[in-house]
């Protein structure tokens, strides 16, 4: 007799399988490798057709997840924004559609806020648009995910401190969980309509790089005073949040990034920071954090904030007026440059890197969103 379900019992697949994850590719030597002592798995249930057709979708998860902690654990040496737009051009395989905009295209776009921020750097930027039309009786995006992908960050002529600076490899996170929630999606051929949009960039300070005090104008018409040229991954977002807007008009559109380190300290590295114009969509995602094991803690994001980000000679600075409600003041930069769309902002800095092992999560790169936000679609569209 069977006390358990198809359904929990391919969790619990996806449970033991996510903790299998090792990323071994740059060890030379066999013995240098971390072990994964899990190879094989036999489950017996009185109906394994059920159990097989229910880890159809959990597999797909799987894969997602594991493509998010690949790429958020490269070296950026071999992750340039190049590479990792062609990272995003392997998903077309699996039936999505994919763009790929080049600096000349930006440029024609008037992506000056993006552009600022990739001058500095020898390796071009780019932006890449995935779609998935799962109900093709509707023209209209369900969702559209939008990710921070700064290759490597610097920090810019505002340079951050050397220690701990390899670590900015995995400023492109929230780009990573958009194409590993697109791979899930696709290979699980969701109901829904979906457009995934990454930004890629690498922050470099050089002869060619924006300056503090510089002033960009963004592709929506808005002014930028860039105060610190290390709060770029806003900056890029600001474009990449009005394209996905004027390309897709989706319904509700949630942005991924490692924003601030102010997040942080505000809330640690248990839960994301989340920010939303919608207070239903908040409890939403909320509820569903909680069920999946990847959670979120509502931040304010409310107008009382805005006088934070006024600049003297433009539209708005890029950081906050003093050392206070850090990750607010990237929210609400963010909220400038959303137009009717039901938006929500998820400040992943704490929850994209792991520090020591957990139980589905060893060591490293994290692919935290990719099973909230599966989630939230599965439970809206199936």
Do not use: C
């Not at 999505?96 to 295209?105: A, F, P, Q, R, V």
């Not at 209209?140 to 900015?168: C, L, N, Q, R």
């Not at 003297?312 to 929210?331: C, F, L, P, Q």
Request: hydrophobic residues 40%; without cysteine.
């Amino acid at each position: 007799r069977n006390n358990f379900s198809p359904k929990e019992v391919a969790l619990l697949l996806l449970g033991l399988t996510l903790n299998t994850y090792r990323f071994n590719k740059y060890f030379s030597k066999e013995s240098k490798k971390r072990a994964n002592y899990l190879n094989k798995i036999n489950i017996s249930y009185e109906d394994p057709y059920k159990v097989k057709n229910e880890w159809k979708r959990y597999n797909a998860i799987k894969e997602g997840v594991f493509f998010t902690r690949n790429l958020v654990s490269e070296p950026a040496n071999n992750l340039t924004p190049l590479l990792l737009a062609k990272e995003a051009l392997s998903l077309k395989k699996l039936g999505l559609k994919i763009e790929l905009l080049d600096e000349k295209k930006l440029k024609g776009l008037k992506m000056g806020a993006l552009l600022g921020v990739a001058q500095g750097s020898a390796n071009k930027p780019y932006v890449v648009t995935l779609e998935w039309r799962g109900n093709k009786s509707k023209k209209s995006m369900d969702y559209a995910f939008v990710g921070k992908g700064v290759t490597f960050d610097t920090g810019g002529i505002s340079i951050k401190p050397s220690g701990g600076m390899e670590e900015m490899k995995y400023d492109m996170g929230g780009s990573a969980v958009v194409l590993g929630l697109m791979k899930t999606l696709a290979m699980r051929k969701t109901k829904a309509n979906i457009a995934g949009i990454v930004g890629l960039v690498e922050n470099m300070p050089s002869g060619t790089a924006q300056r503090p005090g510089d002033v960009v104008k963004s592709m929506s018409g808005q002014t930028i005073e860039v105060i610190n040229t290390d709060a770029e991954g806003r900056l890029v977002l600001a474009d990449v949040l009005w394209y996905a807007q004027k390309k897709f008009k989706p319904t509700k559109i949630v942005d991924l990034a490692t924003l601030t380190g102010a997040i942080i300290v505000s809330i640690g590295q248990e839960k994301a920071g989340m920010f939303t114009n919608s207070t239903k969509f908040a409890e939403e995602v909320n509820k569903i954090g909680l069920e999946v094991g990847e959670q979120v803690w509502n931040m304010p994001v409310d107008d009382s904030y805005e006088k934070d980000i006024r600049s003297e000679i433009a539209d708005m600075k890029n950081v906050g007026s003093g050392r206070g409600a850090g990750s607010t003041a990237g929210a609400i930069f963010l909220k400038r440059f959303i137009k009717d769309s039901i938006w929500m902002h998820l400040d992943i800095a704490g929850v994209t890197w792991a520090k020591s092992d957990k139980p589905m999560i060893p060591k490293g790169g994290t692919g935290y969103g990719v099973r909230l936000l599966d989630e939230l679609v599965y439970q809206s569209h199936k």
